[in-house]
């Protein structure tokens, strides 16, 4: 339970952190203003369609008499718009990091140099940056929207579907935004997307204490901008402590991990 609370200060270390570097900071909210325009656009698209969508895909209703027709699609009609932002708030991530690699990859490399060790650098050109995280962010969405469907079917279950579901929605939803902002860091360090996933295992509890204070955060409307910097920052840190545990400057990552 140590590593739950441990997580989450990681978090509140990298909040502090931009905020005692305002240049920083603002640098690091560009990509997230940009991306929140187009979230904020799709999730308006969904729900002004997603009762429409429900009527086409549930034609089969069309005869049945009130108050079924109606109790059936209300609930897909939640179901679908809840679905779309657990999607939103796991995406949102993957694509503000694809749009703010550079920055990013700036803000993360600041923080390590003004925690002093060594500042470690990929070394590759950013279009093969780019290319990395992109494809990257693909394989990681596959297996959150593997999750999704899962939770999306479960969610008709009566009272657990209303109440633990949404709960391990929320955990995933965390795992795997941890997953990709200690990824900036980790991928500087050499290490592929399966390896991240393995290092990350490792310490669930960590990741999660990391993870969910931050996804429940991005519930809220234009939080997960403002966090984002500090995000960045604090995954920077625990990536910091996770592989260099003596703070020695050396990453203490098995050698066949490396890419």
């Given at each position: 339970?140590n590593?739950?609370?441990a997580?989450?200060?990681?978090?509140?270390?990298?909040?502090r952190?931009?905020?005692?570097?305002?240049?920083?900071?603002?640098f690091?909210?560009?990509?997230?203003?940009i991306?929140?325009?187009?979230?904020?656009?799709a999730?308006i698209?969904?729900?002004?369609?997603?009762?429409?969508?429900?009527?086409?895909?549930?034609?089969?209703?069309?005869?049945?008499?009130?108050?079924w027709?109606g109790?059936?699609?209300?609930?897909?009609?939640?179901?679908?718009?809840?679905?779309?932002?657990?999607?939103?708030?796991?995406?949102?991530?993957?694509?503000?990091?694809?749009?703010?690699?550079?920055?990013y990859?700036?803000?993360?490399?600041?923080?390590?140099?003004?925690?002093?060790?060594?500042?470690?650098?990929?070394g590759?050109?950013?279009?093969?940056?780019?290319?990395?995280s992109?494809?990257?962010?693909v394989?990681?969405?596959?297996?959150?929207?593997?999750?999704?469907?899962?939770?999306?079917?479960?969610?008709f279950?009566?009272?657990?579907?209303?109440?633990?579901?949404p709960?391990?929605?929320?955990?995933?939803s965390?795992?795997?935004l941890a997953?990709?902002?200690?990824?900036?860091?980790l991928?500087?360090?050499?290490?592929?997307?399966?390896?991240?996933l393995?290092?990350?295992?490792?310490?669930?509890?960590?990741?999660?204490?990391?993870?969910?204070?931050?996804a429940?955060?991005?519930?809220?409307?234009?939080?997960?901008?403002?966090?984002?910097?500090?995000?960045?920052?604090?995954?920077?840190?625990?990536?910091?402590?996770?592989?260099?545990?003596t703070?020695?400057?050396?990453?203490?990552?098995?050698?066949?991990?490396?890419a």
């Amino acid at each position: 339970m140590n590593d739950l609370g441990a997580g989450f200060g990681y978090l509140m270390k990298g909040q502090r952190w931009v905020l005692g570097h305002g240049r920083w900071f603002g640098f690091g909210l560009l990509p997230g203003l940009i991306t929140l325009v187009v979230y904020a656009g799709a999730l308006i698209g969904l729900g002004h369609g997603a009762d429409d969508f429900v009527g086409w895909a549930t034609p089969f209703a069309d005869d049945w008499s009130s108050p079924w027709i109606g109790l059936l699609r209300t609930t897909l009609t939640a179901l679908v718009f809840v679905f779309g932002l657990f999607l939103a708030v796991i995406t949102f991530t993957a694509v503000t990091l694809l749009v703010g690699q550079p920055f990013y990859e700036s803000l993360s490399e600041e923080v390590e140099r003004s925690e002093g060790g060594e500042v470690h650098e990929s070394g590759l050109p950013l279009w093969r940056e780019l290319w990395i995280s992109a494809r990257d962010s693909v394989r990681i969405l596959l297996r959150v929207a593997l999750f999704g469907i899962a939770l999306f079917a479960c969610g008709f279950i009566p009272v657990v579907g209303q109440t633990v579901v949404p709960a391990i929605g929320i955990c995933v939803s965390g795992y795997f935004l941890a997953e990709e902002l200690t990824g900036v860091a980790l991928q500087r360090r050499g290490l592929h997307l399966k390896k991240r996933l393995g290092l990350l295992r490792t310490r669930r509890l960590l990741v999660l204490g990391f993870g969910v204070p931050l996804a429940l955060s991005f519930l809220v409307p234009f939080v997960a901008v403002f966090l984002m910097p500090g995000a960045v920052a604090g995954a920077t840190l625990l990536v910091r402590d996770l592989v260099d545990p003596t703070g020695s400057g050396e990453t203490a990552v098995p050698k066949e991990w490396a890419a």
